[in-house]
């Protein structure tokens, strides 16, 4: 399996956004819709490469002090229905 490593920019919201997400009962974020903008992408063949690329992403200082996220998407996966 293949799978991609991201690390995005964290985009912040309003406190009225989370009463809104909380009331209709919908996400605070959607990435299908709205993705956050990508800082750096990186590309691994099995799980332990994706995580220890992760990790080394995590150590950014961005990424430590909450300004930035890592994330791990295994490319393959099936899109699940709601």
Known sequence: M???????????????DVVASFSEDAPLRDESIAPE??????????????????????SVGAVRSGRQRVKVVRLDAPKWLN
Request: proline residues 5%.
């Open 2 to 16: 293949r799978y991609l490593i991201v690390r995005t920019e964290v985009r912040p919201f309003a406190p009225e």
């Open 37 to 58: 903008q990508r800082r750096q992408v990186a590309e691994a063949d099995n799980l332990d490469s994706a995580l220890q690329l992760a990790k080394a992403l995590a």
